[in-house]
C-alpha cells in the first residue's frame, strides 16, 4: 500500500504549522496532528497572546492612572478591574485566532488535520489517540516534531501545595491573587509580575541568579530593575528558595538572600516559573534512534534528529524558547526540505521581546556576547530622555545601545529598554541580519518625532567618537 503522507507533523504551535502550510503549498502530502483544542500552541494558549491581552489591561490602566500629567481630569478618581471582562477578552481573541489558524490549514489542499495525541510506535508510522478515544495507525515517509515546552517545576518542598502555580494556571486564574511571590526572574517572570502588579497584586520576585531576566544586556536589566522596585514590586536576586509552606491562609517562602540570610516572604499565591522542559512526554521516542535529554532533542545544524527522516523544530529542540524562532526554523526546515537553498537561523542574528514595562528587546549579541566572541566592538549609544516622541508619551527612562564591530562598524547587535522597543527589533534584526554599517544607518532619513531617530543619532554620535579615537590614533 502508498504511504500516505510524505510527511507528518507533530504539535500545531508556532513551529509545526507554518511548516505544514509551506511543505503542502509546495505540493507534498501533510498530516498535522494537535492534541489540544485548537492550533496555536503555548503561544496563542498559554503563552504570548494571553500574557499580552493582560497586559494590555495593565498597560490601559496605567495611563487611566497617569491622565491628569496629560491634562485629563477624570470626574472620579477611581478605575476599577473588572477581571471577568478582562477573561472573556482573552478568551474571545484566542478562539477567533484559533479558528482563522483552523481556516486558513483547511484551504490548503494536501495538508489533512487530526486533533489527537501522537505517538511513535516505529520511526515510519505513528498511532494517533482521539479525545473520544478513536484510535488510528498511520504511516508517513518523514516526521517533524514540534512539541514544545511544558513548565519546568523545580525540586523545592511544597512546591505541590494549593496556591503554587504556573503562569498557564495564573493566565486563567479565577481572581487577581492579593499577592503574588514569584519565584524565577526570567522573562515570565517578569512580565507577569508587572501586569498583576499593575492590576492590584503586592509582587515579590525571587531570583536565583545575580541579574533578572538571564543573558540580556546587564546595564538594561539593571535599569529595569530599579524601575521596577521604585514602582514597588519587591526583587531579590542572588536568592535561594528553600522551601514553601502553608501559613494561614497564604503561603511562606523560606529564602536565603544574596547576603546568605535566612528570610521568609508571605503571600496568597506562589507563581512557579523557573523555565521549561521540552515537551518529549509521551511521544514514543523510545521506538525511534532519536536521542534527547534535559535540553531537550538534540539536532544537527539542519534540525535533523538521530534517527534518518525524523526532524525537531522549536522549545522541544531547548533555548532559545520564542515563538518567532520556533517558527524561523520551521520555515527555514521546509525550504530545505524542498531542496531550496535554504539559511537557517542563528542564535546570533535572532530577536527577542520582552514585553515588560517599558519593553525590553534585542536583536543579535550584547556587548559582552560580541566581546566573548572574539570581537573588537564599539557601542553607540542613545538616552532617551533626549527623544521626542519618548517625552511626548511620558515614557523617556529608556536606553538604546548599537554594538557594532570596530574594524567596519558593522551592527551585531541592538537593545533598547524604552516603550515601543519591542515594535523598533523588527527592523533591527534586518541591520544585525545583514550586518549593515553605522554609516548606513546614520545617513537614512527617519521620520520625526518617532522613536526609530534614535538609530540615527546614536549612530552619528558613535561614528564622531570614532572619527576623533582613529585621528588620535
Ligand atoms: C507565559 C508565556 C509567555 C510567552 N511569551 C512569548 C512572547 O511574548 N514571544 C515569544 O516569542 N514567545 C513567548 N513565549 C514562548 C512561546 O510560547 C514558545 O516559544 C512557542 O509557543 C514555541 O512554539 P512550538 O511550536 O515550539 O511549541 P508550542 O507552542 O508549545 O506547541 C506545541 C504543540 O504541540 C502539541 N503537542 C504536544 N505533544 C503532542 C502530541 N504527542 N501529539 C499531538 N500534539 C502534541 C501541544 O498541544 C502544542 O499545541 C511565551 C511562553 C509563555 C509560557
Known amino acids: 500500500?502508498?504511504?500516505?503522507?510524505?510527511?507528518?507533523?507533530?504539535?500545531?504551535?508556532?513551529?509545526?504549522?507554518?511548516?505544514?502550510?509551506?511543505?503542502?503549498?509546495?505540493?507534498?502530502?501533510?498530516?498535522?496532528?494537535?492534541?489540544?483544542?485548537?492550533?496555536?500552541?503555548?503561544?496563542?494558549?498559554?503563552?504570548?497572546?494571553?500574557?499580552?491581552?493582560?497586559?494590555?489591561?495593565?498597560?490601559?490602566?496605567?495611563?487611566?492612572?497617569?491622565?491628569?500629567?496629560?491634562?485629563?481630569?477624570?470626574?472620579?478618581?477611581?478605575?476599577?478591574?473588572?477581571?471577568?471582562?478582562?477573561?472573556?477578552?482573552?478568551?474571545?481573541?484566542?478562539e477567533r485566532r484559533s479558528r482563522a489558524a483552523l481556516m486558513r490549514i483547511t484551504h490548503i489542499g494536501g495538508l489533512d488535520y487530526r486533533q489527537g495525541t501522537a505517538r511513535f510506535i516505529t520511526p515510519r508510522r505513528?498511532?494517533?489517540?482521539?479525545?473520544?478515544?478513536?484510535?488510528?495507525?498511520?504511516?508517513?515517509?518523514?516526521?517533524?516534531?514540534?512539541?514544545?515546552?511544558?513548565?519546568?517545576?523545580?525540586?523545592?518542598?511544597?512546591?505541590?501545595?494549593?496556591?503554587v502555580i504556573d503562569s498557564e494556571a495564573l493566565l486563567d486564574a479565577e481572581a487577581i491573587p492579593a499577592s503574588l511571590g514569584i519565584i524565577g526572574g526570567g522573562p515570565i517572570g517578569v512580565e507577569l509580575g508587572q501586569i498583576f502588579h499593575t492590576l492590584g497584586s503586592?509582587?515579590?520576585?525571587?531570583?536565583?541568579?545575580?541579574?533578572?531576566?538571564?543573558?540580556?544586556?546587564?546595564?538594561?536589566?539593571a535599569q529595569l530593575t530599579q524601575d521596577m522596585r521604585t514602582a514597588g514590586i519587591a526583587i531579590e536576586t542572588g536568592s535561594r528558595v528553600q522551601a514553601i509552606s502553608a501559613h494561614g491562609d497564604g503561603l511562606a517562602i523560606d529564602y536565603r538572600n544574596s547576603a546568605g540570610e535566612e528570610r521568609q516572604q508571605?503571600?496568597?499565591?506562589?507563581?512557579?516559573?523557573?523555565?521549561?522542559?521540552?515537551?518529549?512526554?509521551?511521544?514514543?521516542?523510545?521506538?525511534?534512534a532519536v536521542a534527547h535529554d534535559t535540553h531537550g532533542i538534540s539536532v544537527d545544524a539542519e534540525l535533523q534528529t538521530s534517527e534518518p527522516g525524523i526532524y525537531a523544530v522549536g522549545d522541544v529542540v531547548g533555548q532559545p524558547m520564542f515563538a518567532h524562532?520556533?517558527?524561523?526554523?520551521?520555515?527555514?526546515?521546509?525550504?530545505?526540505?524542498?531542496?531550496?537553498?535554504?539559511?537557517?537561523?542563528?542564535?546570533?542574528?535572532?530577536?527577542?521581546?520582552?514585553?515588560?514595562?517599558?519593553?525590553?528587546?534585542?536583536?543579535?549579541?550584547?556587548?559582552?556576547?560580541?566581546?566573548?566572541?572574539?570581537?573588537?566592538?564599539?557601542?553607540?549609544?542613545?538616552?532617551?530622555?533626549?527623544?521626542a516622541r519618548a517625552q511626548i508619551a511620558g515614557r523617556d527612562n529608556g536606553l538604546l545601545k548599537i554594538v557594532y564591530r570596530k574594524a567596519d562598524h558593522g551592527i551585531v547587535g541592538v537593545h533598547a529598554l524604552v516603550e515601543g522597543a519591542a515594535d523598533l527589533m523588527g527592523e533591527a534584526a534586518i541591520l544585525v541580519k545583514t550586518g549593515l554599517p553605522l554609516e548606513?544607518?546614520?545617513?537614512?532619513?527617519?521620520?520625526?518625532?518617532?522613536?526609530?531617530?534614535?538609530?540615527?543619532?546614536?549612530?552619528?554620535?558613535?561614528l564622531s567618537q570614532e572619527a576623533m579615537r582613529v585621528g588620535n590614533e
Open 266 to 288: 508571605v503571600v496568597s499565591t506562589v507563581l512557579l516559573v523557573t523555565g521549561r522542559r521540552p515537551n518529549v512526554d509521551g511521544l514514543g521516542l523510545e521506538n525511534t
Open 126 to 163: 505513528i498511532e494517533v489517540i482521539t479525545a473520544d478515544g478513536t484510535r488510528e495507525e498511520i504511516d508517513f515517509d518523514q516526521a517533524i516534531v514540534a512539541t514544545g515546552s511544558i513548565p519546568k517545576h523545580p525540586p523545592i518542598e511544597g512546591a505541590d501545595l494549593p496556591g
Open 202 to 221: 503586592q509582587v515579590a520576585i525571587l531570583e536565583a541568579a545575580p541579574h533578572i531576566l538571564g543573558p540580556v544586556d546587564e546595564e538594561l536589566s
Open 440 to 462: 548606513a544607518v546614520a545617513s537614512a532619513i527617519h521620520p520625526h518625532p518617532t522613536l526609530t531617530e534614535s538609530f540615527a543619532v546614536a549612530a552619528r554620535m558613535a
Open 325 to 387: 524562532w520556533a517558527t524561523a526554523q520551521g520555515l527555514a526546515l521546509a525550504r530545505h526540505l524542498l531542496g531550496l537553498p535554504t539559511a537557517f537561523p542563528t542564535p546570533a542574528t535572532n530577536s527577542a521581546a520582552i514585553f515588560s514595562d517599558p519593553e525590553l528587546a534585542m536583536a543579535g549579541l550584547t556587548e559582552a556576547q560580541a566581546r566573548a566572541a572574539g570581537m573588537d566592538v564599539g557601542v553607540a549609544r542613545y538616552d532617551f530622555r533626549q527623544d
Open 1 to 94: 500500500m502508498a504511504i500516505p503522507y510524505d510527511f507528518v507533523i507533530i504539535g500545531g504551535g508556532p513551529g509545526g504549522t507554518p511548516t505544514a502550510m509551506a511543505l503542502a503549498t509546495a505540493g507534498r502530502r501533510i498530516l498535522l496532528v494537535e492534541k489540544g483544542n485548537g492550533l496555536g500552541g503555548t503561544c496563542l494558549f498559554e503563552g504570548c497572546i494571553p500574557s499580552k491581552i493582560f497586559r494590555e489591561s495593565a498597560r490601559r490602566l496605567r495611563e487611566l492612572r497617569e491622565s491628569e500629567a496629560f491634562g485629563l481630569r477624570k470626574a472620579s478618581s477611581e478605575v476599577q478591574v473588572d477581571w471577568p471582562t478582562i477573561l472573556q477578552r482573552k478568551q474571545a481573541i484566542l
